[in-house]
């Protein structure tokens, strides 16, 4: 330890204080030896000279500090775990064959440090000792030579006494062991103050670095014949002296880069990444990857759809490749077969975009993608914006533009009226004005619905109450004709849409009453098939569409406001909309589509209502008639009570409503075979000799909720409403109602 410090001491005499700056700092052209980059440490060590990287991490070594292996971003410097190996440790390096690091410990140790998948410290022990009497050492790497025999894997060894000695030893565990191997450092002939330091491998080429004289040296690990050599100085880190090195070739592989990292051994913790040429030293002591370059891609486009073999050229050495244009949801390849050393085929298909880009191909057109061949066992090569996507979104064979349907196939391009959509995706083919709303022909023909005048007398419930509604055809555009064939209009195919009036002569009207359920009507081609050249009126009973004690509910006039859509979409099986004609005659080219009448008022006039006192009584022999506002399942009992003027058997159970406004909660009780209300049997609810009806109703279905309940009290009263039908005075059907209270409760009792 002793004799370590002493030799760096007279380093430490040269050295001043130097912060490098982090940061990529490429070169304005590559060449070996250039700077690529210069990190420094976000925690700093007074002493310590070892490196290694595991291809993500860096790692690096302090002789005497607490957390003496510390794991830092290679770019940034910054820590992001710190370990405490055995004191003195020194020189670094990473085995990716076993995913450990080897390192020196002062006097003469070499341990293994064994890592996890996410490249965090699991274990350390020493394996064996070597027979050195330095005690101290600056350059350690690991050798994997034979990939397939991990028994001859060895590590260079490069001690701190100013020798130029290089030692090498296998791997198995011993004490005070002598070399397999030991031979001269090939630094220059005649080089002052030559001194051993850092050692990096990676395939043939052993990296040593003469600590004085500034220089890295590459020999051939088997004749030790220099291959090529660098400089270690550092322009603008004067106090910069090379201790041990690192291959690395991942940080950098994007600029196209493989990189010699060096470290220095005093504060600031530091170290500089020198270029090297591409492919002279693989990481982890693995021979490197063999080079792949791609040259050219032809064809370098293909059409949405579209399966073809794409030829790359360029250097690919004996293996197993894949490629990507791109992402695989837009280009899938298919299979990539070597042919040789220069030429890959790869057989690839172009996908159309997804529904979330097919908005983005409409706006930006075609797609340029990168292309990447990558060698399985390592060695990759990307040509930037090499392959081209030309949208055709629904395979026509034509292009995205000029296509006049992109997203609906149509290769003959058939477009009868010579506007800027063909046949196939304009819904009116026979108008030529350029627009098309892509669901509709209203735009080209305009459907008027009359207003009906409003029904004269009174509406009770089972009376027809009809309207009437006209139809005009209105073309529009160049070649609009004067009529259409059209399945007939009627009661099932146009629907009408109600709004109540909330307040007489308000103006202002709620949301559209629900209609009533109907089958839907099966319609043929020729027997519905109607001609409309002129006005075509049809008559339909607003009482079979809804529910008309709903429309009717309080007596007196109400004002709605209505408006009627007709829609088809049924069309000749046999027309071929791109020729205009069928195969089987006779030939229709109905109209398709939906059209929407402006807003008129209608006026409904009902019967008025029959009221009596105390009629409804909610929650029958209780006051004062408390509900848990929680309790939405629940059925709310209410009895309807008879009197000398009012027989509540009578009841129509079907038109009974109950709630805020006596329009919302029917019956709960159903017949199972038919699905409609059925009531309790008739009783005496309150003992005056007369048969009273009692119903219930779903709370949740009522309107009411535990929002009606003041903030800051626990109850509540409204008044409940219950409206419908019944024979009153010998006349059937007379709409009746009558209120009571229903005092709300917090909780669900």
Known sequence: MLRKLNALALLAMLAVLFAASPGLTPSAHAATGDVVHSVTFDIDCSTGVGIAFDGTNLWYSCLTET??????????????????????????????????????????????????????????????SVNDSCGIIDGLAFDARNLADPNDDVVYYSDDCFTTTITVYDLTAGENKNPVESFAAQFTPGQQNAHNSGLGIGGQLLFEADLFGQTIFAVDKTTKAVQFSFSSAVANDPNFHSEDLECDTNTF???????????????????????????????????????????????????????????????????????????????RVNSVTRVDGTTLVANVTALPPTPSELTEQQLTGVKIFDVTVTREGGGSATLPNAFTIQPDWEGDGVLDVPDNCPLTYNPDQANRDGDAFGDACDKCPLVSDGVNDGSSCAEHYVLDVSC????????????????????????????????????????????????????????????????????????????????????????????????????????????????????????????????????????????????????????????DLFREPDMVDVKPTSFPNSWGCKALSKGLPVGVLSSESFDATTIDVTSVRFGRTGTEAQEIHKDKKTGQPVAHPPKDLNGDGLLDMIFHFRFGDTGFSCADIPAGQSSFTVNAILKGTATVNGILNTPFTDADTLRLVLGSE
């Not at 006209?470 to 709004?499: E, H, K, M, Y």
């Open 67 to 128: 957390g003496n292996l510390r794991r830092a971003d290679p770019i940034t410097g910054v820590v992001s775990a710190s370990y405490n190996i055995s004191s003195g440790l020194g020189a670094l390096s990473y085995d990716a064959t076993r995913n450990v690091i080897w390192g020196a410990v002062a006097p003469n140790q070499v341990w293994r440090i064994d890592l996890d998948a996410s490249k965090n410290v699991v274990s350390s022990a020493q394996v064996f």
């Open 452 to 607: 009906p005048t409003s029904p004269s007398g009174t509406f009770r419930p089972g009376q027809p109450m009809v309207v009437d509604v006209t139809f005009t055809v209105t073309g529009q555009g160049t070649n609009a004709p004067p009529s259409i064939d059209v399945i007939r209009p009627d009661c099932f195919n146009t629907t009408f849409t109600l709004r109540q009036e909330i307040s007489p002569g308000s103006g202002t009207f709620g949301p559209p009453l629900a209609p009533r359920f109907r089958e839907p009507v099966a319609r043929g081609i020729p027997t519905d098939v109607v001609t409309i050249s002129g006005p075509f009126s049809i008559t339909c009973d607003l009482s079979e569409m809804f529910d008309i004690s709903v429309l009717t509910s309080g007596g007196g006039s109400i004002t709605y406001q209505s408006q009627a859509t007709f829609a088809n979409d049924v069309q000749d099986p046999d027309f071929n909309p791109t020729t205009g004609s069928c195969a089987v005659q006779p030939c229709f080219d109905l109209w398709i589509g939906e059209a929407t009448s402006g807003t008129c008022d209608l006026s409904i006039t009902g019967a």
């Open 253 to 331: 592989a994007g600029q196209g880069k493989h990189v010699m990292w060096s470290k220095e051994a005093f504060s600031p913790a530091r170290a500089h990444a020198f270029e090297i040429p591409f492919g002279t030293c693989g990481g982890g002591g693995v021979p490197p990857a063999p080079e792949v370059i791609i040259a050219s891609i032809t064809p370098a486009f293909l059409r949405q759809h579209q399966t073809a073999d794409i030829m790359i050229t360029g250097t690919f050495p004996e293996g197993t490749y894949t490629a990507s244009f791109g992402t695989a949801d837009r280009v």
